[in-house]
């Protein structure tokens, strides 16, 4: 079965330090793997997703295939990156298969 | 454009009564889809469509239905409700099935079962 796990469920980081919030997912396929993001009082959106291979918010993210891994990078984190993370898994149709979450938080 | 739209924000309800989650998206989506969160379970997928008239289960779907006779719409039924039935849940939706994978989430209605 597709399972996508997100190992750390609190992670804490200063300002300024680098963040990598760790994916790790199993698929038979082709996976399409995305990360989305829900700061406080705010509804979840989409962060970043494997395809478009680009930098949202400093946020970069690399599929790796051999690890089975989704890891979530920012070299610098900065204090409104605070937020709960979660890597999810495009199973088909769109059918989301998420992760447990990883609440961060960036101490000033 | 509101998005997607959820209503009530919460609700408590007794074992074994029913209620109806409203979801509505004014984006013209083909795609809408209704998630259960809870803690330290991440998102949970209970069942979506995939347009007016569709819908299948996902992997929670036990104790829900759904219909979905407009585009607008996607309400979702709980029978009679369960304390295990206390979550959060949120609607989605997204232009496509084809559309990479972005979804629109709306702001969730928290409901407890006692």
């Known amino acids: 079965a597709q399972r996508v796990t997100q190992p750390e469920k609190l992670l804490s980081v200063f300002k300024g330090a680098p963040v990598e919030l760790k994916c790790n997912y199993s698929?038979?396929?082709?996976?399409?793997l995305f990360w989305y993001v829900q700061y406080s009082r705010q509804r979840l959106q989409l962060l970043l997703r494997?395809?478009s291979r680009e930098s949202i918010k400093g946020f970069t993210a690399d599929l790796n295939k051999g690890e089975t891994s989704f890891h979530l990078k920012k070299p610098f984190a900065q204090e409104e990156d605070s937020a709960m993370y979660y890597c999810a898994l495009g199973e088909g149709a769109q059918k989301l298969v998420f992760g447990q979450g990883t609440r961060l938080t960036i101490n000033p | 454009n509101a998005g997607v739209t959820q209503t009530p924000k919460f609700q408590v309800l007794k074992t074994g009564q029913s209620m109806t989650l409203q979801c509505a998206q004014d984006?013209?989506?083909?795609?809408m889809s209704w998630y259960r969160q809870d803690p330290g379970m991440g998102l949970r997928l209970i069942h979506y469509s995939v347009g007016a008239g569709i819908t299948d289960q996902g992997e929670v779907p036990n104790g829900y239905n759904v219909s979905r006779s407009t585009t607008e719409d996607f309400p979702l039924r709980l029978l009679s409700a369960a304390p295990s039935q206390t979550s959060v849940y949120f609607c989605?939706?997204?232009?496509?099935?084809?559309?990479?994978?972005?979804?629109?989430f709306g702001p969730g209605t928290r409901l407890t079962v006692l």
């Open positions: 698929y038979s396929g082709s996976p399409e």
């Open positions: 494997h395809i």
């Open positions: 989605a939706s997204s232009y496509s099935i084809n559309s990479g994978g972005e979804q629109f």
């Open positions: 984006m013209n989506h083909e795609y």
